[in-house]
């Protein structure tokens, strides 16, 4: 499995300390997974679990803050293979862990905490779809 400089990047990012950072990443991760999810879907696979994960992306995508900066991700050409997209469901996964620990961490504000738990939610169910395109 060979991550690129965009994932190894956005899961460094990803466990930043600051929350301007940690929610920039996210969004940037969720629009990659939105576009791996997209590019694969006629590929052979299980299509259904790549609109799925595209559906998942986009609306954990629309619960956060648009980033201040940065421009869209470049999406890979992949392989039609499982392996292939480990790499975005790792970053999926960390995306998850990394807004519930800001939702925990999160103080006074019940709406900010409930949109972060929700968009970590659409992020394992992307994770798991995309785990599942091919038959992972």
Request: net charge negative.
């Given at each position: 499995m060979v991550k690129s400089t965009a994932v190894q990047d956005l899961e460094s990012a990803l466990d930043a300390v600051d929350d301007s950072t940690v929610l920039t990443a996210a969004w940037?991760?969720?629009d990659?997974?939105?576009g791996?999810?997209?590019a694969i879907t006629w590929q052979g696979g299980d299509e259904l679990q790549a609109l799925a994960a595209a559906a998942a992306?986009?609306?954990g995508r629309a619960l956060l803050p648009l980033?201040?900066?940065g421009s869209p991700r470049e999406v890979p050409t992949l392989p039609a293979e499982a392996e292939a997209l480990e790499p975005f469901v790792m970053l999926m996964s960390r995306t998850h862990a990394a807004l519930i620990k800001m939702a925990d961490s999160?103080?006074?504000d019940a709406?900010?905490?409930d949109s972060l738990r929700e968009a970590a939610d659409h992020a394992l169910v992307a994770?798991?779809?995309l785990a599942l395109v091919w038959g992972r």
């Open positions: 940037d991760a969720f990659l997974a939105v791996v999810a997209d992306g986009a609306a980033p201040a900066t999160a103080e006074g709406a900010a905490q994770a798991n779809a």
